[in-house]
């Protein structure tokens, strides 16, 4: 999850095109002596759900619906803010669990590093009955709620895959077939041409790197190469021949003067899309909505396609990011607090109503056989937008370790690449020297 994604979501999110709901309801499974049968006779308590902005409104909404079924389970959902959230909830892990809520909205980015730290600290969901629902997420998901030995820390709630969205006007005024660029290579040379007929840059980068998400590109490439900064065991890859290759192309399309420096955060971003300085942002799938509200004159100039591969035949597809919901480890209540997440997260036409209300891609799989991912988008070009995410969600996807040390990786992997973009550095030397800093800061090997 990245800063930028955060903003939006604090916003309140981007409204969904498209209407109706799938009438589907999702089975919902006994868990323990709380749980009770599947009318919900037997779930007690009173639950505490903290989340924010966007996605807080949405878990309230489904209150009502809850209680009819589990009409004895009171739900709070308090509203903390983001980033204010993840250090609440730390340190609410570091006291033991004191003041913290039953139900926990959180980040892919973070979960690792509070299971590290706190290894109780959140309940293990499979004694309540998760494990039925491992095959019902995006590919590569489950891996990454869950441990080894089998715990599972949090059911997934949103998945967004790699996406790229570019101005479709532009590439006809270049005569740029957007179709053919089959990998990055290929767009490097499209860029060029871009470039000389209409002034446009291919893309833009934060060069200064002046928030943490300036590193966004970087680790797109990486897993659309099925690669990270860390790997499963925890152990430093950040100078990997992935990597390298990742950022010599970063070099590459900076050297060709195809990359806009779009350094000061969200607001640049904006500004940006508004002014027309790139020609393509290479962004996931939430971002569409964004790019909607900056821009409504210019519908129909935009398109939206699966980003080029690092390799002629290689992947395309890549989810870059997620949220999950997790019960507290110290909650009084945690059946009924699995059965609210439960709800929320099994159930597709309550993830469609979230989809519609505010934009966020469910990671349920089952979501997407309603109408809403399917309807043509004028903004886009008539595109079936939401059928090229449903494919690159249904792809075969690795997990990733986003370990208790990924706030370090970022800040090593942007200093090294501000050091490309901005002094001409050497990839693979500054990426060594990178690997070598968190090295010595974490204590973990590095896998050359």
């Known amino acids: 999850m990245n800063l930028s994604r955060r903003h939006l979501l604090r916003a309140g999110g981007a409204l969904a095109a498209g209407t109706g709901l799938t009438g589907l309801a999702g089975a919902c499974a006994s868990a323990d002596g709380q749980g009770g049968e599947a009318g919900g006779g037997g ?5 505490t759900v903290w989340s924010w902005n966007g996605p807080a409104v949405e878990l309230r909404s489904l ?9 004895n389970v009171r739900v709070r959902v308090e509203d903390i803010g983001n980033p204010a959230i993840w250090d609440k909830i730390t340190t609410g892990l570091a006291a033991g669990g004191a003041g913290l809520a039953d139900v926990l909205h959180i980040g892919v980015d973070y979960l690792p590093g509070y299971v590290e730290k706190f290894p109780n600290g959140l309940a293990d969901l499979a004694a309540l009955g998760a494990n039925q629902y491992k095959d019902a997420f995006a590919p590569g998901l489950w891996a990454t709620v869950t441990s080894k030995g089998g715990k599972v820390n949090a059911l997934p709630w949103e998945a967004n895959s790699a996406g790229f969205y570019y101005r479709a006007d532009l590439f006809e005024r270049a005569g740029v077939d957007v179709r053919a660029i089959d990998t990055w290579d290929d767009a490097v040379t499209a860029g060029k041409t871009v470039k000389a007929r209409t002034g446009a840059y291919l893309l833009g980068i934060d060069k200064p790197a002046s928030v943490p998400d300036a590193a966004n590109f970087f680790q797109l490439l990486l897993q659309l190469q099925g690669a990270f900064y860390f790997n499963l065991e925890g152990a430093i890859t950040l100078d990997s021949p ?11 399309l900076n050297d060709a003067g195809l990359v806009a420096d779009m350094s000061g955060g969200w607001n640049a971003q904006i500004a940006s899309i508004r002014a027309g300085t790139s020609a393509v942002l290479p962004m996931p799938t939430w ?3 964004v790019i909607e509200e900056a821009v409504p004159g210019e519908r129909g100039k935009w398109g939206v396609r699966l980003p080029p591969a690092m390799r002629r035949g290689g992947g395309t597809a890549a989810t870059v990011n997620s949220t999950h919901l997790a019960v507290s480890g110290t909650s009084k209540y945690q059946a009924a607090a699995f059965k609210f997440v439960e ?8 993830q469609v109503k ?3 209300d505010k934009g966020i891609a469910p990671a349920l799989m089952a979501a997407y056989d309603d109408p809403v991912f399917h309807v043509p988008s004028e903004f886009f070009g008539g595109q079936q937008k939401g059928e090229v995410f449903i494919d690159a969600l249904k792809a075969p996807s690795p997990a990733y370790n986003y370990s208790s040390d990924y706030a370090r990786a970022l800040k090593v992997v942007t200093d090294a690449q501000t050091k490309v973009l901005l002094k001409g550095a050497d990839p693979a030397d500054v990426l060594k020297q990178a690997a070598d800093q968190l090295a010595r800061q974490t204590g973990r090997r590095i896998v050359r």
Do not use: D, S
């Not at 779930?43 to 639950?47: P, S």
């Open 354 to 356: 979230i989809y519609q």
């Open 343 to 350: 709800f929320v997260l099994t159930r597709p036409e309550n």
């Open 63 to 71: 209150i009502p619906a809850f209680n009819v079924q589990y009409p």
């Open 43 to 47: 779930a007690k308590g009173e639950i």
């Open 242 to 252: 992935e990597a390298v290759k990742a950022m010599t192309l970063i070099k590459q």
């Open 287 to 289: 971002y569409g909505g």
